[in-house]
């Protein structure tokens, strides 16, 4: 069991099982509820490495959440 509560308000990196592959997911842990997680995504760390603005909130599962971590959100652009 991931314990949520420590990355409250962090700059987190989710890795989420999302049907048939594995995706990590940036931003702040804004909101945790007993089956999802939310994360808030803004700036250039938004754009994924398509080039697709990937910003706004994110509603995750938890049962899909393999792994999340604390990360430095100075990525580069």
Same mark, same amino acid.
């Given at each position: #069991? $991931? &314990?949520? *509560?420590?990355?409250?308000?962090?700059?987190?990196?989710?890795?989420?099982? @999302?049907?048939?592959?594995? #995706? *990590? &997911?940036?931003?702040?842990?804004?909101?945790?509820? %007993? &089956?999802?997680?939310?994360? +808030?995504? +803004?700036?250039?760390? %938004?754009? @994924? +490495?398509?080039?697709? @603005? #990937?910003?706004?909130?994110?509603? $995750?599962?938890?049962?899909?959440?393999?792994?999340? +971590?604390?990360? @430095?959100? &100075?990525?580069?652009?």
């Amino acid at each position: #069991m $991931i &314990d949520f *509560d420590k990355f409250l308000g962090k700059y987190v990196k989710v890795k989420v099982r @999302n049907l048939h592959q594995v #995706m *990590d &997911d940036y931003g702040v842990l804004t909101k945790i509820d %007993a &089956d999802t997680i939310e994360l +808030e995504e +803004e700036g250039p760390s %938004a754009v @994924n +490495e398509y080039g697709d @603005n #990937m910003g706004g909130t994110h509603t $995750i599962q938890k049962t899909f959440v393999i792994s999340i +971590e604390e990360v @430095n959100d &100075d990525l580069e652009v």
